[in-house]
């Protein structure tokens, strides 16, 4: 059984993909569903014993700093016989001023603290550890932004950085489950772009005209935006494949921006369903 603690959006096209594949899947969230158990269950620990594979989604308290997964199961994960796996962030890599990282690089250097410290505690239990990078997909993408007003195009030249469709997110895991394999997984695209080159793209397939370019003023910004508009880099995900034999779907977000557009013209009334 495939356990995945915190089955939010990632976690919820993993269970899908997991199932459509054969896997018995449980996913935990707040609440319990069809298919889905709350976290404050007390049959919770029973099903992580059972699991043979466990997957944690969850990312660190926004007030403490700390993982709540592992604070909660620290314990009884580090005896787990089975596979147990993490959904971390590239974001531990920092700002690299746009070159190149892959998963030998260090960590520790960017805004992204309290997720490095989940990333490395996840690490000492022996978890095998999938970093990302932007997620996107059906109802969350830059074509969802263009069409709510919400697009922007800041003029911020350099600012590149990786992405990953949900679906590749998926296939990412259930291919190092099939695999045995272990370690860390950089599950990023091939194609680190800056933002406003991802918004002018959805435009064109939209057919919607392009928001005004933005100058952009550091100074003005939060703490938080600031960071992200200073941070630069590019991550490498080859040894995904490596070790996986796992290609991509959507190796770039031209390629998935265009599939999600496709997608939604076939389910559209009228649409063009091939």
Request: aromatic letters at 6%.
């Amino acid at each position: 059984m495939l356990l995945i603690l915190g089955q939010g959006y990632s976690g919820t096209a993993l269970a899908a993909a997991a199932r459509a594949a054969g896997h018995d899947v449980l996913g935990v969230k707040r609440r319990a569903a069809d298919g889905v158990m709350a976290f404050d269950d007390p049959a919770l620990p029973h099903a992580i014993r059972a699991a043979s594979h466990i997957l944690s989604s969850v990312p660190p308290d926004g007030v403490t700093g700390r993982d709540p997964m592992l604070e909660r199961f620290g314990d009884l994960l580090k005896g787990h016989g089975g596979m147990v796996a993490y959904l971390s962030s590239t974001g531990v890599y920092g700002d690299t001023g746009g070159a190149w990282v892959d998963e030998s690089a260090p960590v520790g250097g960017g805004r992204r603290s309290a997720r490095t410290e989940a990333d490395l505690g996840w690490q000492a239990l022996g978890a095998t550890v999938f970093r990302l990078p932007g997620i996107y997909g059906p109802g969350r993408s830059a074509l969802d932004q263009v069409r709510s007003g919400h697009a922007r195009r800041v003029d911020r030249p350099g600012h590149r950085f990786n992405r990953i469709h949900v679906d590749d997110i998926a296939g990412a895991v259930l291919a190092a489950i099939a695999a045995n394999a272990r370690g860390i997984f950089n599950v990023v695209d091939r194609l680190p772009a800056e933002p406003r080159n991802v918004t002018e793209f959805a435009c064109g397939l939209l057919g919607a005209p392009l928001p005004p370019l933005e100058p952009i003023e550091l100074a003005k910004l939060s703490p938080m935006a600031r960071g992200f508009w200073t941070e630069r880099r590019a991550v490498a995900g080859y040894k995904l494949e490596r070790e996986t034999g796992y290609r991509l779907t959507h190796p770039d977000y031209k390629a998935g921006l265009t599939a999600i557009h496709a997608g939604e013209r076939g389910r559209s009334p009228g649409g063009d369903r091939g």
